[in-house]
Nanobody
Framework: QVQLVESGGGLVQAGGSLRLSCAAS????????MGWYRQAPGKQRDLVAA???????NYADSVKGRFTISRDNAKNTVYLQMNSLKPEDTAVYYC?????????????WGQGTRVTVSS
């Protein structure tokens, strides 16, 4: 099994910054894709940003230029640096990690961390 532990959410004023972290542990041979999703109240869960094992990134249009995803392969950790936050960024953020474990492939989700941006 693979466990994900997220941290870094909180309350911030519009224009502020937060940095989310997500550390993976467990029966991991290799991690391929890592990403962040978010879900606002009453809405579906949407992709925010993703990064491949080779460092190729992909962002939702709404966060391009403001958010940066990165990963530390040695620590099995993915980060999301969020700058110039807006009230519409308010949501629960979930990390998602996929890869190969000792017995099978995995696709794991974090428990979610709440980000609230006040106007």
């Amino acid at each position: 099994q693979v466990q994900l532990v997220e941290s870094g959410g909180g309350l911030v004023q519009a224009g502020g910054s937060l940095r989310l972290s997500c550390a993976a542990s467990g029966s991991i041979i290799v991690i391929t894709a890592m990403g962040w999703y978010r879900q606002a109240p009453g809405k579906q869960r949407d992709l925010v940003a993703a990064i491949t094992s080779g460092g190729i990134t992909n962002y939702a249009d709404s966060v391009k230029g403001r958010f940066t995803i990165s990963r530390d392969n040695a620590k099995n950790t993915v980060y999301l640096q969020m700058n110039s936050l807006k009230p519409e960024d308010t949501a629960v953020y979930y990390c998602n990690v996929g890869g190969i474990g000792r017995s099978r492939t995995f696709d794991s989700w974090g428990q979610g961390t709440r980000v609230t941006v006040s106007s």
